[in-house]
């Protein structure tokens, strides 16, 4: 047994859940009203005005977030939507609901974000959207991305899984794009257990989201319970069960007045594995680039291939050993054997991403963790990466 075993096993992630939001989840039971209605429009709000939108829109994931955006945006069959293969399968996955093709741009060459000279390589007169990832939290380069959208006649759709609260050249994610797209999964900064917010300042395009997240029926339908409603609707468009619900909302509300002291703490426990990482060698640190304020939603590690002697799975299952759960963000789009047959993608696509994934390592990372957490899981990397140098 190596002496940096924990007795404990450090999870990857766990959820802050407080009794505020038990609480509200419990009156949301109590009222009657489980489903969209009046707490998810609170919600909508806060969440509007913490980000400087003017519309927010509660909605089941982000994934429902893109889906909804290609859909008002108009973007179908014979599209392209030009995006980043350094992202969950979900991006992807939205695109393709759609008929639209999607098209790879590499990452950056030391940073997963989408790299804006390879997006411009890949415009045509077919390109709709460009689809950038702000990954773990970190801005893309929005300004460079937004000049090449506006010459080719396109708009930018972000997905902000990771990025909230973040903020590019001062202005907060979520202000920027046509739409930005934020998850609210368990394991995400803030979490509703499992939801979206699409967020615009359009609104046409708020209004069309509206529409089809509740199977395309004319406007407030919802309220067709309530006093205020009435049983008669229309449908006017194809629309999806992409609503969020008040049960869901109710978390939310608590778990967005506690994004400052959460991520207060994020920001702590990254310092803090960096003070410990940053003299290790074979190491390298995450250093996303640009003037831009990162939301800190993973802390992934890359290990030098010519310094570190074993293969990077292999340091997970050795830190598994030593009570320290991981993860790796992400399997490239490309490398995914659905979208290699259906587009034809290949692993040696985009080069950038593929190295960066082969050499990543996702640490614990959530505000729940205290400080001797973050030295142990830094401990344990470092003997191991110590042990195994060339
Ligand atoms: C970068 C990215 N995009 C999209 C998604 C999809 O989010 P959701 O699970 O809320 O649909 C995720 C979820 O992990 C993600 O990490």
């Known amino acids: ?38 707490k998810t429009a609170r919600f909508e709000e806060k969440f509007a005005e913490r980000v400087g939108a003017r519309h927010a829109v509660g909605l ?12 008002a945006l108009g973007i179908g069959p014979g599209d392209e939507v030009i995006t980043c293969p350094y992202t969950f399968p979900a991006t992807v996955a939205s695109i393709l609901y759609t008929g639209a093709t999607p098209v790879l741009a590499d990452s950056l060459a030391g940073y997963p974000n ?44 972000e997905d902000a899984a990771h990025a909230l609260p973040a903020a590019y050249k001062g202005r907060s994610i979520g202000s920027i794009g046509r739409t930005t797209c934020f998850s609210l999964y368990a ?19 708020a209004a069309a989201v509206r529409m089809r997240r509740l199977h395309g029926m004319s406007r407030d339908a919802w309220k067709r319970y309530s006093s205020a409603g009435s049983w008669y609707y229309e449908i006017h468009a194809l629309g999806f069960k992409y609503n969020m619900t008040d049960i869901n909302a109710a978390i939310g ?56 002697a074993v293969p990077r799975d292999q340091v997970i299952e050795m830190l598994r050993e030593d009570n320290i759960g991981t993860s ?19 692993e040696d696509d985009c080069p950038n991403a593929s ?10 990372l959530f505000p729940a963790m205290d400080d001797g957490d973050v030295i142990a899981a830094a401990s344990s990397l470092e003997r191991i990466v110590r042990e195994n140098l060339r």
């Open 60 to 71: 089941s994931s982000c994934t429902a977030a893109l889906h909804l955006s290609f859909e």
């Open 1 to 38: 047994m190596s002496d940096t075993r924990r007795e404990e096993f450090l999870a990857f992630h766990r959820p802050s859940i407080g009794e505020e939001e038990i609480a509200e989840v419990a009156d949301t039971l109590r009222s009657g009203w489980l489903t969209l209605g009046p």
């Open 253 to 308: 509300l608590h778990q967005l007045d506690r994004l400052d002291e959460f991520q207060e703490r994020r920001v702590r426990l990254v310092g803090l594995y960096n003070e410990a990482l940053e003299s290790v060698p074979g190491i390298r640190l995450p250093e996303p680039p640009g003037e831009i304020e990162s939301a800190w939603h993973l802390y992934v590690v890359g290990l030098d291939p010519d310094r570190v």
């Open 328 to 346: 790796v963000h992400f399997i490239p789009a490309h490398h995914h054997p659905y979208f290699q047959e259906r587009l034809g993608w290949r």
């Open 355 to 364: 190295a960066l994934y082969r050499s990543a390592v996702s640490m614990p």
């Open 114 to 157: 989408i790299d804006p000279e390879s997006v411009a390589a890949r415009v045509t007169e077919r390109t709709r959207a460009i689809v950038p990832i702000h990954f773990a939290g970190a801005p893309c380069e929005m300004d460079a991305l937004q000049s090449i959208a506006d010459g080719a006649d396109a708009v930018i759709v």
């Open 187 to 205: 394991g995400k900064n803030i979490t509703t257990g499992e939801g979206g917010m699409l967020t615009t300042d359009d609104d046409d395009v």
